[in-house]
């Protein structure tokens, strides 16, 4: 089995299924492996040059670990059964995505504010953004939607299933391990500046070519689902690059240009204000209508990757 239809397969699985509760998914073990090492080896008053140190032997030990591991299973499993192999493969490879998981995330957002309250939807929003929500009014609780699922079509779709497409289900994994170092330990802050640095730019790099990927993806999907494609392309040449990250950037300014509102400005971690530019032009105020928007348009793009996997499948 070629690793376009793996990936294509693992898509499928994941959308269909999602995440079973009953079986032990592999970010819960990086996330304990991390707070373990975090907290033996991270030493926020120590030197600088032993924090990136250690830094960076987490994320070494981490692929060695999840998916180094997982590669020498399933060449021994392959060696035994083939067709083993492959199921196992397109369910590690599936567990490293979350199309469903995130569907199902900004719905939970949607009929809140639509049919609970905004309580209820600031709670369900802080189970997805990194952001203080107690505070929040319906327009903010709106833009952490919409932000956090335009950058997750990213992180939670197309790079996974990039990666996945280069070397299988351990390449997907290592590409998870990275992500979720830097959604745990690659802030900048004073206890996870230097020991997180590693973890940081390691993601940086990792999603380089996938978020790039993602805006084509978005301006086809942004078409199929009758929305603003060409000021979508507009809006990302523009502020695409106005982010601090080098790649969240580009699928949240498609967003804003696609759905004619403006995402960033100003969020509060733990107390304390961070000011994101601005991406799109002032436009419609945020409602839950445009979580419905941004929820079809992560739709539609993981269609079009699915179609264009199977497609590369079948042609290879």
């Known amino acids: 089995m070629n690793n376009l239809l793996l990936a294509a397969a693992a898509l499928a699985l994941d959308r269909v299924i999602g995440d079973p509760t009953f079986v032990p998914h592999p970010v819960i073990l990086m996330g304990r492996y991390i707070t373990w090492f975090e907290g033996r080896f991270n030493r926020p008053t120590a030197r600088p040059r032993w924090n990136r140190t250690a830094g960076g032997a987490l994320v070494l030990s981490g692929l060695l670990v999840f998916a180094g591991i997982p590669f020498a299973g399933l060449y021994a499993l392959s060696r035994v059964s083939t067709p083993a192999a492959v199921i196992l493969a397109i369910w590690l490879t599936a567990s490293t995505i979350a199309w469903k998981g995130l569907e199902r995330a900004g ?37 952490a939607a919409v932000e956090t699922l335009a950058e997750n079509v990213v992180d939670a779709i197309v790079a996974p299933v990039f990666f996945a497409c280069l070397g299988g289900a351990p390449w997907a994994l290592a590409y998870r391990w990275v992500n979720t170092l830097d959604a745990m330990v690659g802030h900048r802050s004073p206890r996870y500046e230097t020991f997180g640095w590693a973890s940081a730019r390691a993601d940086d790099l990792l999603n380089f070519i996938p978020a790039r990927l993602t805006v084509g993806l978005m301006a086809l999907s942004l078409s199929l689902s009758r929305l603003d494609a060409r000021t979508a392309l507009r809006t990302v040449r523009r502020d695409g690059r106005r982010h601090a990250s080098p790649n969240s950037g580009l699928p949240e300014s498609m967003m ?61």
């Open 107 to 143: 719905e939970k957002v949607r009929r809140a504010l639509t049919g609970q309250g905004l309580s209820e939807a600031r709670a369900a929003v802080a189970e997805i953004v990194g952001r203080d929500t107690d505070h929040l009014d319906e327009t903010g609780v709106v833009r």
């Open 256 to 316: 804003a240009g696609g759905l004619h509102v403006q995402l960033g400005g100003l969020n509060h971690y733990r107390g304390e204000e961070s000011w994101h530019p601005l991406l799109g032009d002032p436009g419609d105020p945020l409602t839950a209508h445009h979580i419905s928007e941004a929820l079809r348009v992560v739709g539609w793009t993981s269609l079009s990757l699915l179609g264009l996997l199977v497609a590369g499948g079948i042609v290879a």
